[in-house]
């Protein structure tokens, strides 16, 4: 008998996971920028880390 794991369910949480990484480090570097910068890309920032948080409380476990 032949051992299949389905990896395709996988995916999702590993992008999701990978993506939320890219976010944190973005908002870590975010002092070094000017003021303007950090003005207009901290909220952006932030947006996009709620949905990509509520992206992966959504995944079936």
């Given at each position: 008998m032949g051992m299949h794991i389905?990896?395709?369910k996988f995916f999702p949480h590993h992008d999701l996971?990978?993506?939320?990484?890219r976010i944190?480090?973005?908002m870590e570097t975010l002092e070094e920028?000017?003021?303007d910068?950090?003005?207009?890309?901290k909220p952006r920032l932030e947006s996009r880390m709620v949905r990509?948080?509520?992206?992966?409380?959504?995944l079936p476990v």
């Amino acid at each position: 008998m032949g051992m299949h794991i389905d990896f395709e369910k996988f995916f999702p949480h590993h992008d999701l996971l990978i993506e939320i990484g890219r976010i944190e480090m973005a908002m870590e570097t975010l002092e070094e920028r000017n003021a303007d910068e950090r003005a207009m890309l901290k909220p952006r920032l932030e947006s996009r880390m709620v949905r990509l948080r509520t992206a992966l409380q959504s995944l079936p476990v």
